[in-house]
């Protein structure tokens, strides 16, 4: 067909008869391979060096390929699962999909449900079908009890009786955040005492950052996923933010300098991590001043993978300034400070955001690897002027998981209730208020950091 008479969304299906097998492939207008198929050919050899092969077979192997290039991964599919959700239906048999999997990835709405003429638009109208069974018809909020529980083949897999209840889960991220959030913090002399679940942000923190607020009325902030409703607790929409890479970040300035090799050394000679090391050595070479002033002429933007919250800019890079010759120990523990203090700012940064846009923060609760680390920790209350809790329960991710298992089982009326019982502060990390004002210095060079990127890439772009 003339290039000019193609219809948009026009498919084209390619065929090769090679020796051995007939292979076909569906190809779309850009060339591009969506499909393929392949089926043998048959072949005889009546005598030595003397090969026959069939038309007939030959042209029945080609219908084959070619319908089953309408029949794909896709046509046979009998659902298409989230993870958690996959892992709840292996476990009960239950299709149902959770609130938390399909607000948050998946585009449904809690209030109006699925929308028709978007899947139309981005040409996945086969969702629409059946009244959307493949993706789910039947949708549960997080800790609701699914079907009869475990069935007894998952019984028998995962050890555990056949019948005891399973919920409705939770993303990974979310369900930390319901692990930490709903702790009773009387006594701790906390500002989020006494005040609505609403004036904390719980923060998971491991390779990448989930920060996760919620509001008992939708609030929309710029750069930040959501709102989303019940979507981790149940009642209250979430709003998300997120940083991109953050322990990945860490790991990535520590062991790419060349002094990592030392700090390997002498961490394993001390059976310390590096990091525990690396803490120690900044106490060690800090002297009278606070920690964090190790760092007043060395600043990091930490968008080394582009900036999710509040920016969403893909194309932001990281930037260091302030380096020297030196590649010593003192260098490299200074650099880790600066980078962990970056993380920080860039928290300070979405909190915010969140905050023009209507949310009140008072608290920072705090899970993931990231939160055992004791400098990490502290530099959030530092530089965002904000308590920090830790849980009692360093697995935050688990307890949040249990939390939706006790809900599912009947043994508590709610999720806050589980919340409430189940969550527990361990420790409270105040922020050094007499540093706030060398941290809002360098606060000021962290937003001059970016602002200086977006100019030099503008300089770069122009004529």
């Known amino acids: 067909m003339p290039g000019g008479d193609q219809e948009p969304g026009s498919y084209y299906v390619g065929v090769d008869v090679g020796t051995g097998s007939v292979r076909a492939a569906l190809v779309d207008q850009r060339g591009i391979l969506l499909a393929f198929a392949d089926q043998p050919i048959k072949r005889w050899e009546p005598q030595f060096n003397h090969h026959e092969q069939s038309s007939e077979d030959i042209w029945a192997a080609c219908c084959v390929v070619t319908k089953n290039l309408r029949e794909t991964c896709w046509d046979k599919a009998g659902h298409f699962f989230d993870l958690p959700d996959f892992l709840s239906w292996k476990a009960t048999g239950v299709t149902a999909r959770s609130l938390c999997s399909l607000v948050c990835k998946w585009t449904y709405s809690a209030e109006k449900g699925w929308d028709d003429s978007f899947w139309k638009m981005i040409g996945l109208e086969d969702f629409v079908a059946d009244n959307y069974r493949k993706i789910g018809n039947q949708v549960l909020p997080p800790g609701a009890s699914l079907g009869n529980g475990l069935t007894p083949e998952a019984a028998k897999d995962l050890g555990l009786p056949a019948g005891i209840a399973v919920a409705a889960p939770l993303i990974d991220a979310h369900a930390g955040g319901l692990g930490v959030i709903g702790a009773d913090v009387r006594g701790h002399g906390l500002a989020c005492e006494g005040q609505p679940v609403t004036s904390r942000l719980a923060i998971i923190c491991g390779t990448s950052s989930c920060h996760m607020g919620i509001s008992k009325d939708p609030i929309f902030v710029p750069g930040v996923w959501g709102p989303y409703f019940s979507a981790m607790i149940p009642g209250f929409w979430l709003n998300e933010g997120g940083q991109s890479v953050t322990g990945k970040l860490i790991d990535h300035m520590v062991q790419g300098h060349a002094a990592f090799p030392e700090l390997k050394a002498k961490a394993a000679a001390r059976c310390q991590s590096v990091y525990a090391y690396l803490n120690s050595h900044l106490d060690l070479i800090k002297k009278a001043q606070p920690v964090g002033f190790l760092t007043v002429d060395l600043h990091v933007w930490p968008d080394f993978h582009g900036n999710r ?39 300070r940064l979405i909190i915010e955001a969140m905050e023009a846009a209507g949310h009140s923060i008072s608290t920072l609760f705090l899970c993931g690897g990231l939160s055992k680390n004791p400098l990490f920790v502290q530099m959030h209350a530092d530089i965002t002027g904000m308590p920090v809790v830790l849980s009692q329960e360093v697995e935050s991710v688990l307890v949040g998981a249990a939390i939706l298992g006790a809900c599912a089982s009947g043994d508590f009326t709610s999720v806050q209730e589980a919340m409430a019982r189940m969550s527990k502060v361990g420790k409270v990390v105040f922020p050094r208020l007499e540093d706030k004002r060398y941290y809002d210095k360098k606060y000021q060079v962290f937003l001059k950091l970016v602002e200086h990127q977006k100019e030099y890439a503008a300089i770069m772009k122009g004529d």
Do not use: C, E, R, W
């Open 309 to 347: 919250s509040p920016l969403a800019d893909l194309t932001l890079k990281g930037m260091v300034t302030g380096l020297k010759l030196s590649q010593d120990l003192d260098d490299l523990a200074i650099l880790y400070l600066a980078t962990v203090q970056a993380i920080a700012f860039g928290t």
